[in-house]
Nanobody, 120 residues
Framework: QLQAFGGGLVQAGGSLRLSCVAS????????VGWFRQVSGKDREFVAA????????YYTDSVKSRFAISRDNTKNTVYLQMNSLKPEDTAVYYC???????????????WGQGTLVTVSS
C-alpha cells in the first residue's frame, strides 16, 4: 500500500516536496516513481528511481526542476519539485513495481494521489 502526501497550493516559481510511504518490508526491492494526471487527460509519467536509488529517469518537461529520491530505511520516496509552473498542476500518484522501474513499466501498485495546484 502506498500513501502519498505533500500536495497543496503554491505560486509559480515555488517549491513543494511530495512524499510517499509504502507499507511492508520489501520496499527496497521495488522500483518506484511518480505519475501525474490532469482532469480529462491521460496519466503522465513524471519520474522514477531504481531499487537502490542509484539511477533516476525524468520526463523532459521536469528535468532540472524535479528530483526524485528514496529512503529505504523509511520506506519512503520523495519528489522535490522546484520552479513550479502552472502546467505542473495535476494529481500526483506514487507508484511501485516488483519487477522494474522507468517510464515504460506497467506499475503494479498505485497510491491514492495528492493534488498539486500551481497558481500563476
Amino acid at each position: 500500500q502506498l500513501q502519498a502526501f505533500g500536495g497543496g497550493l503554491v505560486q509559480a516559481g515555488g517549491s513543494l516536496r511530495l512524499s510517499c510511504v509504502a507499507s511492508g518490508d520489501t520496499f527496497s526491492t521495488y522500483g518506484v516513481g511518480w505519475f501525474r494526471q490532469v482532469s480529462g487527460k491521460d496519466r503522465e509519467f513524471v519520474a522514477a528511481i531504481s531499487w537502490s536509488g542509484t539511477n533516476t529517469y525524468y520526463t523532459d518537461s521536469v528535468k532540472s526542476r524535479f528530483a526524485i529520491s528514496r529512503d529505504n530505511t523509511k520506506n519512503t520516496v520523495y519528489l522535490q519539485m522546484n520552479s513550479l509552473k502552472p502546467e505542473d498542476t495535476a494529481v500526483y500518484y506514487c507508484v511501485a513495481d516488483r519487477v522494474g522501474w522507468g517510464p515504460k513499466v506497467k506499475y503494479e501498485f498505485w497510491g491514492q494521489g495528492t493534488l498539486v495546484t500551481v497558481s500563476s
